[in-house]
């Protein structure tokens, strides 16, 4: 399970939250944080080992950028692993849910 930094936490607190999920097994993990962010939609993918726990490196996104990733996953033309991927799904519904909801 995706567990909050006290940093991550912190950030995440003062923005919208869309949607966070991980892919952890035995000692290392993958989790995907998505947020809106002063109207600005951000995301982190990080990795996890169990000596160092999960970084935070949020970077700038955008909707234009889900609706060609979702594309290029459903077409077999983008492959990966780790969070972002396992959640696919998920991210999908999530992304569409904040589209409606920000027209």
């Known amino acids: 399970m995706f567990n909050f930094s006290p940093e991550m936490f912190s950030e995440m607190s003062q923005h919208r939250l869309i949607f966070a999920c991980s892919d952890e097994g035995g ?24 000596c ?5 490196n949020p970077e700038e996104t955008s909707l234009a950028y889900y609706w060609r990733w979702f594309m290029k996953v459903g ?3 983008a492959h990966g692993h780790g ?4 959640c696919f799904d998920q991210i999908v519904t999530a992304i569409n849910q ?3 909801e920000t027209k």
């Open 27 to 50: 000692w290392e993990g993958d989790a995907f944080v998505l947020w809106e962010q002063d109207g600005v939609l951000m995301e982190a993918n990080e990795s996890h080992c169990s």
């Open 52 to 56: 160092d726990g999960y970084g935070w």
């Open 75 to 77: 077409s077999g033309e």
């Open 83 to 86: 969070a972002k991927f396992a």
């Open 98 to 100: 904040y589209a409606k």
